[in-house]
């Protein structure tokens, strides 16, 4: 799987800008300072960020950027492609080119692997990021993590079947 610091980097520095936005526009420089990520990258990814219509910028003193829409309506895969940053896994990019121009036996399985990944990351909400940060439960997160937890669980129940 291949998620880039690009996309890390959106990800981090759009949810420092949510929560600081209630104050007004927020520089990047602010952001920059607070995440430790570069000012010249952060103008960057927030030129592509202005150009898919997720912040908006405001120009002069007292001057930064803003969320273009409310939390909840932008979904952690928005920021992620809009940085041109792709979630993919195959090694083909989706072509089927995998080997000397063919199929790979194992791009089905690296194919639904995009999907799970563009699923999930599509249902987490900006929002929901921010939540979880601040400590709330979040349906989604949460979700995802208890079936994880009950498949550990039925794991080890079997494992102490066996053993017993």
């Known amino acids: 799987?291949?998620?880039?610091t690009k996309g890390?980097?959106?990800v981090t520095a759009m949810v420092d800008l949510s929560m600081r936005q209630t104050r007004g526009p927020?520089?990047?420089a602010a952001i920059s300072e607070r995440q430790h990520i570069s000012l010249s990258y952060l103008e960057q990814l927030f030129g592509k960020l202005r150009r898919a219509k997720l912040v908006t910028s405001v120009r002069g003193p007292g001057g930064g950027y803003c969320?273009?829409?409310p939390t909840g309506g932008i979904s952690?895969?928005?920021?992620i492609t809009a940085v041109d940053e792709p979630i993919d896994a195959t090694q083909c990019g989706g072509k089927e080119n995998c080997i000397d121009d063919r199929r790979c036996v194992t791009h089905?399985?690296?194919?639904t692997l995009n999907e799970k990944m563009n699923d999930y990351l599509s249902s987490v909400s900006l929002a929901d990021v921010v939540s979880h940060g601040q400590g709330k439960q979040v349906q989604v997160i949460k979700d995802f993590r208890g079936r994880e937890n009950q498949a550990a669980k039925a794991t080890q129940a079997s494992a102490d079947k066996v053993a017993a």
């Open 1 to 4: 799987m291949r998620l880039t």
């Open 8 to 10: 890390r980097f959106a």
């Open 26 to 28: 927020v520089t990047l």
């Open 67 to 69: 969320l273009a829409r």
């Open 76 to 79: 952690v895969a928005q920021i």
């Open 108 to 111: 089905d399985l690296w194919a």
